[in-house]
C-alpha cells in the first residue's frame, strides 16, 4: 500500500472530494482523521464503515476557520495518532452572486471559510512535521482560482490567495523537507451536478476538451500521489484536474 505507516489529517472529509480523499487515503494504507461542521451523522457513519478495514479512522467536529479550533484539532489528532504526516486543507464554501449584488458578508465568509482555515491549519500542523522533517500539504484551490469566473469574485480570491499562499509555504518550509504543493480542480461530478439540466450541463462541457467531468475518485488519486515518496521533488507547483479546460 502505497501511504502504509502515513497519518493524514483531512478538512472537510464527510462529502464529496473530502470523503472520496477520506475513502481513498485509507484504502492506500494510511490512518486518517477528517472533519466536520454540519454533516454529523453522516461523518461518523463515514469513519465508522472505513474503521472495519483495519485502519484508524475519527471524525472531528471541527471548523478550521477558526484559529482556536484549528489549534486544538492539530494537538487532538497528535494525540490520537501519534504524528502528522499529511494535512490536506479541502473545507470551503461558495456564496456565488455578481458583485454589484454582492453584500460584505458574502465576501467575508468566503474568504474566512476558504483561506483562514488554510493559514489556521498549517499554521498549527507544520510545527510537528518541522520537528520530523518531513511532511506533505495539499491545498485545494480551483481553475476558478487561475482565470477567475463572473459571479465568483470572492471564491476566485479565496482560491487564487491559497495558490500565492502554497508557493510562500513550499519556498519557507522546502529545506525542512516539508512539501506543499495546490490543486485546482476544474467542474467536479457531484449530486449537484447531477441535478443540472442537459443545456447548462452541455454549455460547460464544450469548453472542456475531454467533454466530461472529473470524479471525486481522480481527485483523491492525484492528491495520493502528491503525499507519496513517488513526489518527493515536486513541491511550490499548482496542478490543475480539469479536463484541459485550463491551458
Not at 461542521?37 to 478495514?53: G, H, P
Not at 454582492?102 to 499554521?123: C, R
Not at 480542480?185 to 472542456?208: C, R, S, V, Y
Amino acid at each position: 500500500m502505497e501511504l502504509e505507516g502515513k497519518c493524514a489529517l483531512i478538512t472537510g472529509g464527510s462529502r464529496g472530494i473530502g470523503a472520496a480523499l477520506v475513502e481513498k487515503f485509507v484504502a492506500a494504507g494510511c490512518d486518517v482523521g477528517f472533519t466536520y461542521r454540519s454533516s454529523q451523522e453522516q461523518a461518523e457513519a463515514l469513519a465508522k464503515s472505513l474503521s472495519a478495514s483495519g485502519r484508524k479512522v475519527k471524525a472531528y467536529a471541527s471548523d478550521a476557520s477558526d484559529y482556536n479550533e484549528a489549534e486544538a484539532l492539530v494537538q487532538e489528532f497528535l494525540t490520537d495518532f501519534g504524528k502528522l504526516d499529511t494535512l490536506i486543507n479541502n473545507a470551503g464554501i461558495t456564496k456565488d452572486t455578481l458583485m454589484l449584488r454582492m453584500s460584505e458578508a458574502q465576501w467575508d465568509d468566503v474568504i474566512h471559510v476558504n483561506l483562514k482555515s488554510v493559514f489556521n491549519l498549517t499554521k498549527h500542523a507544520i510545527k510537528p512535521m518541522i520537528r520530523a522533517q518531513n511532511g506533505v500539504i495539499l491545498n485545494m484551490s480551483s481553475v476558478v482560482g487561475v482565470f477567475g469566473n463572473a459571479g465568483q469574485a470572492n471564491y476566485a480570491a479565496s482560491k487564487a490567495g491559497i495558490i500565492g499562499f502554497t508557493k510562500s509555504i513550499a519556498k519557507e518550509l522546502g529545506s525542512r523537507n516539508v512539501r506543499c504543493n495546490a490543486i485546482a480542480p476544474g467542474f467536479i461530478e457531484t449530486d449537484m451536478t447531477h441535478q443540472l439540466d442537459e443545456k447548462t450541463k452541455e454549455g460547460f462541457l464544450a469548453n472542456i476538451p475531454l467533454k466530461r467531468l472529473a470524479k471525486a475518485d481522480e481527485v483523491a488519486d492525484l492528491c495520493i500521489f502528491l503525499s507519496s515518496d513517488r513526489a518527493s521533488y515536486i513541491t511550490g507547483q499548482t496542478i490543475s484536474i480539469c479536463g484541459g479546460l485550463n491551458m
